[in-house]
């Protein structure tokens, strides 16, 4: 069933990590969201122990945090003794609460604040990935003030169309974040940083894209990163340490999606760093990934109770649900396509052809269009897969509609992560 931390019961009820779904709602309401966290471990163990294997010691994933943030995830992930990528001080926060050690931390951001700066260095942040020369100066700055040095990577635009949707591509030239290599803004930029004294640079860093099945893409923005290691090398007599090659692989959001071979991807990209270093006569850097989705995304599932079912004739059946573009605004955004499927019927044939609608008072307000599932009827759980990246992270109060709860599920077993808002949470800071 599209993942292996998927089933179904005796009962014919959907399961995820062996855990029934029609209880979960049952027991914590709906809209949930459900989190495998064996799930999430499997798949942090797979990029750390290919990243451990391929590549030069001291390689590593950073989780990116953007996918899912909340304090419980940074305990998972710090405890499978892997890093994590936080773009804001609000994700900075999230990760100091939960103890995560901030030394394996990579801060990004594209407009850090110098408050965002300051409390960054004095978490004791690891690598501050600078995107700009402002923000480099304004770093230095402030780590001189402070007596530190901070240790930076450069995040540089190598240019690279990944052949992914419009509003994931960053890493091409046209981009708001870094240093496009192709305008000489990287070699400044390098040639800045190598001149100060509160910063330490370590290396370079790039982003193409999400949602990427393929190695080859990755590939070609490591040689051009490498390539640009060794121009800057022969120029400056600076190499780098580190090439920091930004976020994961894909995930599979339905059948025809195939997942990715996530260790055959890596062993890739390592033979062609390694033929590429070898062939310009440079040491082979240490690499980091950022993997957000493939780390949580087929670890999560969202509930949701059935109100109404209307049939159009000539037109479409819509079903619509207790939650919405509030807690899953990724159709309505990008028009991403999910599987769902009844939970309390998931071993019934997929007759139907629904659009999935939302409570919000918005004709937009839409989880899918033409997906297939079983007949749903008001009372049933439906349930949406895939949805543990950038689904809690991107919920937003639309409508005042509170934030559903997270639950996990690790061998089988629940426990409330994040408890459901109350409308009071909703008026919290309203005077
Ligand atoms: N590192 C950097 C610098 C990134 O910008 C991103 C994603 C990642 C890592 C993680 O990439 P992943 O492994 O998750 O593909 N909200 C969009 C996704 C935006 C991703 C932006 N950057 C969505 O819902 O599809």
């Not at 995040?155 to 305008?183: M, N, Q, W, Y």
């Amino acid at each position: 069933m599209l993942h292996d931390n998927y089933g179904i019961n005796e009962k014919g009820h959907l399961t995820v990590c062996g855990a029934d779904t029609v209880k979960l709602a049952a027991k914590y309401g709906t809209p949930l969201y459900v989190l495998d966290t064996d799930k999430v471990r499997a798949q942090c163990r797979i990029y750390k122990s290919a990243m451990e294997k391929y590549f030069p010691s001291g390689s590593m994933p950073f989780f990116a945090s953007k996918a899912l943030s909340y304090v419980g995830i940074y305990r998972i992930i710090a405890s499978e003794g892997i890093g994590t990528d936080i773009v804001s001080p609000g994700e900075l926060y999230t990760a100091a609460k939960a103890g995560f050690p901030l030394q394996n931390t990579c801060f990004h951001g594209n407009n850090k604040t110098d408050a965002d700066i300051e409390y960054g260095v004095k978490s004791g942040v690891g690598y501050f990935v600078v995107d700009s020369t402002e923000e480099l100066l304004a770093l230095n700055g402030i780590a001189v003030k402070l007596g530190k040095v901070q240790k930076i990577l450069l995040r540089l635009s190598p240019g690279i169309d990944p052949h992914t949707f419009e509003a994931v591509k960053t890493g091409r030239v046209d981009s708001k974040f870094g240093s496009p290599i192709a305008t000489g803004a990287a070699e400044q930029i390098v040639k800045e940083a190598l001149s100060l004294n509160g910063v330490r640079l370590c290396g370079y860093h790039c982003h193409i894209g999400s949602q990427i099945f393929e190695p080859e893409p990755f590939c070609d923005a490591a040689k051009i990163m490498i390539q640009f290691s060794f121009d800057m090398k022969n120029k400056y007599g600076y190499e780098a340490d580190i090439i920091n090659l930004g976020g994961g692989f894909g995930v599979s959001y339905y059948e025809e999606q195939k997942d990715p071979d996530i260790e055959g991807n890596i062993k890739e990209i390592a033979d062609v760093i390694n033929g590429f270093c070898k062939e310009k006569n440079i040491k082979v850097p240490v690499i980091f990934m950022e993997p957000g989705r493939s780390i949580v995304g087929a670890a999560g599932v969202t509930l949701y109770t059935v109100g109404s079912v209307k049939e159009i004739p000539g037109f479409r059946s819509y079903v619509s649900v207790d939650g919405g573009m509030p807690d899953n605004p990724r159709y309505a955004l990008y028009s991403s396509r999910y599987t769902a499927l009844i939970a309390n019927k998931a071993d019934k044939p997929c007759t139907e052809e629904y659009t999935v609608a939302g409570r919000c008072c918005e004709s937009g307000d839409l989880i899918g269009e033409g997906m297939r599932m079983q007949k749903a009827e008001r009372g049933d759980i439906l349930a949406v897969l895939v949805t543990g990246a950038y689904n809690y992270s991107m919920a937003s109060h639309y409508n005042r509609i509170p934030k559903p709860p997270i639950v996990t599920v690790s061998g089988g077993k629940d426990t409330l992560a994040v408890k459901r808002e109350s409308y009071e949470d909703l008026t919290r800071n309203e005077l």
